[in-house]
């Protein structure tokens, strides 16, 4: 009997191909995963077994006909409930689209449908992706698969609990403000979040526009690129996609470290992989932009919220009161019954923030801020090849231990300055929490479109490192 | 004379005639489709879905801006005018607020035989909403999002209109200038041009309360409205009372305006960049190709028109219509004369106005009307022979090969003529004896009988010189 867990894409590939196993086999291993470990990790909503099935038949009639296949084919994969994939549940976990089924699918979601990877299941998020920890889920609250009384981080907590206990070899999530490298982090797997426009947003719930980001989560870089590789590039069902001319790394790179005071610090110090020099360390203030990149990020992103979510009115699709006599009262009955507690604060705050007397004093404002915050960002990255920084200062924290939101939104200080300035940053597992032994997050940070090189250098440190081979084992 | 002056200032909302929608694929022309047919992810606002500028409404935004001589914006963008409301289906409208494409142009417009600029403020790209219907005796209402996404044009005009006439007059030259550019079909009647109004009267510099007419889609209403506020303004000012700042409807049947909704009703819609869609600029080369398709402004015909002398009413008439206008301007390059351009303004805006819709086919050129002008001022055929071949030169034939093949030409050869003459004196010693006797009046018995015999198809001038000259012998 081969050994099928925690695969990662080429060697799942290599036995497909060499018959080692089929990909009805590989989905049902998968399936069956989801089976046993979701009960406690509770990270999948719905599972697509029979069209997942189908299509890995599908996947193995193309290897016994002697046909060649592609790197992604018959590779099991989730994604997240913010992406709409024809035919299957799409709730962004908000009961307002409780019964919602996408009746297209979503540019990212296409383009691997076409690579042959097989979409088995929807995985938990916070709701409408607004939280830091997969708490905020209309439905339940997912469980980190190394400690089951953690968090998975979030918003993409499904994706990167997923990941981490093996229901699927990769997952799909969505970064506005760290949402893919935060749960990567503290499920101890590797979350990248492209440059701004890398990646389609075309057919994924948007929360606010001109920070969201599409990306993998996988349990390496490698993976992590094979799946960016498939899902990239220009769209033109979106006016914000780029094509960027992405570039392998020169010869010999030169990195910043950043101290934010956890064991990544010591582990890194003096360090050189391969190509990468870290040539200097400095405190995480002398980068001068995380606690002013949280302050226009809470004003930026509940305003484009606020704007984005004003579409599910119970008009058109979605949830509607039963309970309304006029049409305010089916707005207002609508959205105050099937909006979660943390949407309706950002709704809130959001029209707070953008209207007429206000909108100077605070959208305006942050709007310069985040040019500013941009500028200090590249002028780093002008000097040094990359930016190293942990992507948390704590490690998986325990559910129900943040109640205040603004203790929420203080998880992201290390990661929405990449979303501000619209620059790559992917996360990979690197060392462990001393009191807790729970995994820690590395940022690695680069130009806007420098995507691959970030990529090269997070290849690099795990051929260097095993942090990102540590599974946690989940206790039945 | 009130002591009150006016001062007006229209918005206008022109709906594009392009093929498809302001943001997705779906066919602009809703018309015939059931009810919620024409709709994509895009125009019904499904979760995920995002805009995509329409590169044809761009075009016609900047023919637009070549009508209106304005500047064309070097970057523009879009941004979101947020309001629930059902027929919104995404919650926001897309629209322009900081960077129209439209900015600071002017039409010119004719007010008592002298042209008088109008200002133009600027022009903006916006989506349209979807339509309501409230079923009578139900207690819901029903939304249709086929026009959900239709692009539109709203033209917003400086203050300088000072009278109900102005206001007329502007609305007609916009109309004019969208409808022959082929940018708006004009239909409004069916909403495609409608406009509101914003008035406001005061007897010093400053200006006084501005009043917003709203909706109006005609003309003449609009010069009604206008006439109406402005006399229920200055009632309420000659009795002292203060005009609040508010938005008025018009009622037709009773000619009146009645009031909306006040100022302080106003919504505040949270303007705000439109993340969806970067700012873009707007390439020179995409411009000037357009700008090379525009051959003639409407306003360059119109001056042209009214250098030749012509009513304000036939110069509105032709270019109102885009093709009529065209024939002309062809017609005008061969004939070159203002007397002769004017002969072929009367053809057009006479006889053909009266035949056009009955023809069979509607294939009348600018080079056979000034083919059929020329044969009648150098007198080849006479001006009833042209209204006789004016139906099939309409329908494409060239009017020499007509009265070729139906043997038309007059007879102007004197050899010819002369011996016709000069059989008929023979035959006639009587009233040729009186003539020569000095009685005049027999001239007209030999004139006719010339054309008897030729069937009407001599030249009557040449008639009459060669009859004399042969009766004095």
Known sequence: MVDLNYLSIDAAHDMLVSGKVTAEDLVKFHLDKIKKLNPKVRSVITIDEKSAIDKAKAVDTKISEGKQIGLLEGIPYTAKEMFMAKGTKTTAASKILEDFIAPYSATAIRKLDEAGAILIAKVNQDEFAHGGSTENSAYHPTHNPWDLDRVPGGSSGGSAAAVAADMGIFSLGTDTGGSIRQPAAFCGVTGFKPSYGAVSRYGVISMA??????????????????????????????????????????????????????????????????????????????????????????????????????????????????????????????????????????????????????????????????????????EVLDEYDVILVPTTIEPAFKIGSKADPVEMYKTDVLTVFANLAGVPSISIPFGFDESSGLPLGLQIIGKQGDDKKILEIAKTIQDATDYHKKVGEIKL | MSKYKPTIGIEIHTQLATKSKMFCGCDNDSRGAKPNTNICQVCYALPGSLPVVNRGAIAMAIKMAIGFNSKIADVTSFDRKNYFYPDSPK?????????????????????????????????????????????????????????????????????????????????????????????????????????????????????????????????????????????????????????????????????????????????????????????????????????????????????????????????????????????????????????????????????????????KKDKLSGGNLAELVGLVDSGEISSKIAKDIFRDVCEGDSPADIIVSKGLVLLSDDSQLEEIILKIINDNPKPTSDYRAGSEKVLGFFVGQVMKETKGQANPSKVNELVVKLLKG
């Open chain 1, 209 to 378: 526009s001109s920070f969201d980001c599409i990306g993998p989560i996988s349990r390496s870089a490698k993976d992590t690129e094979i799946v960016f590789d498939a899902i990239s590039g220009l769209d033109p069902r979106d006016s914000t996609s780029v094509d960027y001319k992405l570039d392998k790394p020169k010869e010999q790179l030169k990195a910043i470290y950043y101290e934010v005071g956890n064991e990544v610090d010591s582990l890194i110090n003096n360090q050189n992989f391969n190509h990468l020099e870290v040539a200097s360390t400095k405190p995480i203030k002398e980068l001068g932009v995380t606690e002013e990149s949280l302050a226009a990020y809470y004003i930026l992103v509940p305003s484009e919220i606020s704007s984005n979510l004003e579409r599910y009115d119970g008009v058109r699709y979605g949830a509607r009161t039963q309970n309304s006599s006029n049409l305010n009262e089916t707005y207002t009955k609508t959205r105050g019954e099937f909006f979660g507690p943390e949407v309706k604060r950002r709704n809130l705050l959001g029209a707070y923030t953008l209207s007429a007397g206000y909108y100077d004093a605070y959208y305006k404002k942050a709007m310069q801020l985040r040019t500013m915050i941009k500028n200090r960002v590249n």
């Open chain 2, 91 to 359: 919650g926001y409208q897309i629209t322009q607020m900081d960077q129209p494409i439209i900015q600071d142009g002017f039409v010119e417009i004719l007010v008592d035989g002298e042209f008088k600029k109008i200002g133009i403020h600027h022009a903006h790209l916006e989506e349209d909403a979807g339509k309501l219907t409230h079923p009578e005796g139900s207690e819901y209402s029903l939304v249709d999002f086929n026009r959900a996404g239709t692009p539109l044009v709203e033209i917003v005009s400086e203050p300088d209109i000072k009278s109900p006439e102005e206001a007329k007059r502007f609305l007609q030259e916009i109309h004019n200038i969208v409808t022959s550019l082929g940018i708006c079909n004009g239909d409004m009647e069916h909403g495609n041009f409608k406009f509101d109004l914003n008035v406001s009267i005061s007897d010093t510099d400053e200006l006084g309360t501005r009043v917003e007419l709203k909706n109006l889609n005609s003309f003449r209403n609009a010069e009604r409205a206008l006439k109406y506020e402005i006399k229920r303004q200055e009632d309420m000012l000659a009795e002292g009372k203060v005009i609040s700042q508010e938005t008025r409807g018009w009622n037709d049947a009773k000619s009146k305006t009645f009031a909306q909704r006040s100022k302080e009703e106003a919504n505040d819609y949270r303007y705000f960049p439109e993340p969806d869609l970067p700012p873009f600029n707007l390439d020179r080369d995409f411009v000037s190709d357009i700008q090379k398709e525009i051959t003639v402004l409407p306003i360059e015909i119109r001056k042209d028109l009214n250098n030749l002398g012509l009513s304000v009413d036939d110069q509105d008439l032709l270019i109102s219509q885009p093709n009529t206008a065209s024939i002309f301007a062809d017609a005008r390059k061969i004939l070159k004369k203002d007397n002769l351009s004017k002969k072929a303004v009367n053809w057009l805006v006479g006889d053909y106005q009266a035949i056009k819709s009955g023809l």
